[in-house]
């Protein structure tokens, strides 16, 4: 057996995660001991199963252990894609905050707490979020205070807050603070009229005064008693769940958010598009697809509804939003919306560079998708072709492909305000590229528009 | 709400975190807190309900006035 640690999981005493020949395992540590057993015979972990608020788990023959401090191993149900928070949409991470509060509070029912209050401790599944971390859960002890409430606030409170309050983009604060916004950075960011909404003007902006009132103070925790009831601390977890709830983006139009409408696309080439799509889909029968640059998704669902696991990528959070929205509505289980800026895709962050997996880590996907999408790399972000063929050829194993010509309207958009400097943007030389790492399987004209797709096979 | 502030949080100031073993550092302030937001929301809940009593002690006051008339 090949046993290797997970880089993620390492900050909890309790357990940990980690690969046996390929597949993922939890380690529940001796420590842990009570703890763990006080989940499962409650009726917590069923309570929380059968809701599908909390990853299912086998228990497994204790060989599969990594160490010698293992107690018990379990074997989670296998989440395809791991997403972090600062890839989620407004509505995403919101669901992901109320999913954590309602798990908190039927824990609390349940005589436990969770001890930390993490974004990375939501995945999402089958078009829901899911809390994965099983070793979360502690005894509640009467009196005290959420050990895991300052995490919550950082991890979700403040950037939903300022997302719905100030910019949208400012989600992406998260990629530089992976433990959240420090609360006085967001009660700073945000507007002064959110002084007047109780829910932010308590757990951010005194919160925030607070944390720095307090914070080189030394106490004795240990010969005090703290004071906050069962019944009060409901009522603060009731006051984050409604006022979460009702925070809502304000409308906001981007440059993409409105593509299809506004397209110069006719229905005949359109529909045309689409049968080429699925057709190719077809032909390869992909388990996994990334569309990269899926607005909202209209094309992704192409690969969804084949039944291939598809993430649909994309740099506009409304298009991002857009789509969820939609999987929420319609319950879709085969689509992941991500946000994501190509020309700069996430990193590896965290301790040693190793906690969190740079997006490129995380495929290769079997087919990937890039339609009306090579146009915006190669002229909107002056990307030479050859780049874009070797970063393609990094992500999946198939490749479906749209070429946009310089005669395009949308490609004569992009130059009308600039010097064509893009001498090597032509179907030639785009092909003469791309030969240089795929083997071209199909080749087809959209009618009515003068564009190609293509599907390549990984030299 | 300076004046609720300051008297809740005065006596906030009293009461300090208790016995805790966490691999989180729940953060002294962030500990504060709870305990204010707790007292607040637990004076609001108690003076909806008193403010709901009364409402019915008048409310039975008038129907009572209401049943005799009748």
């Given at each position: 057996m090949k046993k290797s640690k997970i880089?993620?999981?390492?900050?909890?005493?309790?357990g940990f995660i980690y690969q046996v020949d390929g597949k993922i395992y939890r380690q529940i540590n001796l420590i842990y001991k009570d703890n763990f057993d006080f989940l499962i015979t409650s009726g917590l972990y069923e309570r929380l199963k059968k809701q599908k608020l909390l990853i299912a788990h086998s228990e497994v023959d204790i060989?599969?252990?990594?160490?010698?401090?293992?107690?018990k191993v379990i074997k989670p149900k296998f989440v395809p894609f791991i997403s972090y928070p600062y890839s989620w949409s407004f509505s995403m991470h919101k669901d992901a905050a109320l999913l954590t509060l309602k798990i908190q509070k039927i824990a609390m029912e349940y005589g436990m707490s969770l001890k930390d209050a993490s974004a990375f401790n939501i995945q999402f599944l089958d078009g829901r979020p899911i809390f994965?971390?099983?070793?979360s859960f502690e005894r509640y002890k009467e009196g005290l205070p959420w050990v895991a409430y300052r995490q919550f606030c950082q991890h979700f409170l403040g950037p939903l807050s300022l997302m719905s309050k100030?910019?949208?983009?400012?989600?992406?604060l998260f990629k530089i603070y992976l433990d959240g916004i420090p609360l006085d950075l967001v009660s700073k960011l945000?507007?002064?009229?959110?002084?007047?909404?109780f829910m932010l003007l308590f757990h951010i902006h005194i919160h925030a005064n607070s944390q720095s009132k307090w914070a080189d103070k030394q106490i004795n925790i240990n010969k005090q008693k703290i004071n906050i009831s069962k019944i009060q601390l409901q009522a603060l977890l009731d006051n984050l769940y409604s006022g979460i709830e009702k925070l809502s983006l304000k409308e906001t139009r981007t440059e993409w958010g409105d593509y299809y409408t506004f397209t110069n696309y006719d229905r005949k080439a359109f529909d045309d598009k689409s049968h080429i799509i699925k057709k190719m889909i077809k032909a390869v029968n992909p388990k996994t697809v990334w569309d990269m640059?899926?607005?909202?998704g209209h094309f992704s669902r192409i690969a969804a509804d084949y039944g291939a696991k598809t993430i649909a990528f994309d740099i506009d959070p409304i298009a991002v939003e857009k789509n969820y929205l939609n999987i929420k509505k319609n319950k879709e289980k085969n689509i992941l919306p991500i946000l994501v800026d190509l020309v700069n895709p996430t990193s590896d962050y965290g301790w040693s560079n190793e906690e969190r997996t740079a997006l490129i880590k995380r495929g290769p996907a079997d087919t990937v998708m890039a339609l009306a999408l090579i146009h915006h790399l190669?002229?909107?972000?002056?990307?030479p072709i050859r780049k874009i063929a070797k970063f393609f050829a990094k992500l999946g194993k198939f490749l479906i492909i749209e070429f946009v010509p310089k005669k395009d309207s949308q490609v004569k958009k992009l130059l009308a305000s600039r010097?064509?400097?893009?001498?090597?943007?032509s179907q030639e030389n785009f092909e003469h590229e791309f030969r240089k790492y795929f083997e071209l399987i199909q080749k087809q004209k959209v009618k009515n528009s003068l564009r190609t797709i293509y599907l390549y096979k990984k030299i | 709400m300076l004046v609720i502030f300051l008297v809740i949080f005065g006596f906030a100031f009293l009461v300090l975190p208790g016995d805790v073993h966490a691999?989180?550092?729940?953060g002294t302030g962030s500990f504060m807190i709870q305990i204010l937001i707790g007292a607040v929301l637990g004076s609001i809940y108690f003076i909806r309900l008193y403010w709901a009593k009364l409402k019915q002690f008048v409310m039975s006051f008038f129907s009572k006035k209401t049943n005799e008339k009748k």
């Open positions: 880089s993620s999981s390492f900050k909890d005493p309790s060989k599969y252990a990594h160490d010698k401090n293992a107690y994965i971390d099983t070793s100030k910019d949208i983009r400012l989600s992406q945000l507007p002064k009229t959110t002084y007047l909404n640059g899926a607005n909202d190669a002229i909107g972000n002056n990307l010097e064509d400097i893009f001498l090597d943007y | 691999y989180l550092d729940p």
